[in-house]
């Protein structure tokens, strides 16, 4: 991986962990509205981040996590019936309008959930990105 991409990921990686985390409204209606943009997200249970995700339109899909059975999250790590009584244990916090969206999400998700996305998997730079 080039020397100024992989800075630009740290520099993104960085605004994120220091992003507002804000508690996940269980009526949807959040007290800072979500811009109406692209972006990248990540739910924290304490201070680990549990998920990272991107999307083309952050206020759309926050919305959809306080909705349980419309985000991946809840179905991923735990039930939407637990979600629902758990909710108070995560935040939620983002960063907006930049490109490389995809590539942020998967650079987080080595770094942050040590998983390697499928797409990574025969990539040369996993470990660069793991020692980054």
Same mark, same amino acid.
């Given at each position: 991986?080039?020397?100024?991409?992989?800075?630009?990921?740290?520099?993104?990686?960085?605004?994120?962990?220091?992003?507002?985390?804000?508690?996940?409204? @269980?009526?949807?209606?959040?007290?800072?509205?979500?811009?109406?943009?692209?972006?990248?997200?990540?739910?924290?249970?304490?201070?680990?981040?549990?998920?990272?995700?991107?999307?083309?339109?952050?206020?759309?899909?926050?919305?959809?996590?306080?909705?349980?059975?419309?985000?991946?999250?809840?179905?991923?790590?735990? @039930?939407?019936?637990?979600?629902?009584?758990?909710?108070?244990?995560?935040?939620? @916090?983002?960063?907006?309008?930049?490109?490389?969206?995809?590539?942020?999400?998967?650079?987080?998700?080595?770094?942050?959930?040590?998983?390697?996305?499928?797409?990574?998997?025969?990539?040369?730079?996993?470990?660069?990105?793991?020692?980054?």
């Amino acid at each position: 991986m080039k020397p100024d991409i992989l800075k630009k990921l740290i520099r993104l990686e960085d605004s994120l962990r220091k992003a507002v985390r804000y508690p996940i409204p @269980s009526d949807g209606q959040w007290a800072v509205l979500p811009p109406a943009r692209g972006g990248v997200y990540a739910i924290w249970k304490g201070a680990k981040a549990v998920y990272v995700g991107e999307t083309c339109h952050l206020d759309h899909r926050l919305g959809d996590i306080a909705r349980f059975r419309r985000h991946a999250f809840w179905h991923r790590l735990i @039930s939407p019936k637990a979600a629902a009584e758990d909710l108070q244990r995560y935040r939620v @916090s983002f960063i907006a309008g930049f490109l490389g969206r995809k590539e942020l999400e998967e650079f987080l998700t080595v770094r942050w959930l040590g998983k390697v996305p499928g797409r990574l998997s025969y990539c040369d730079d996993i470990e660069q990105i793991r020692n980054a």
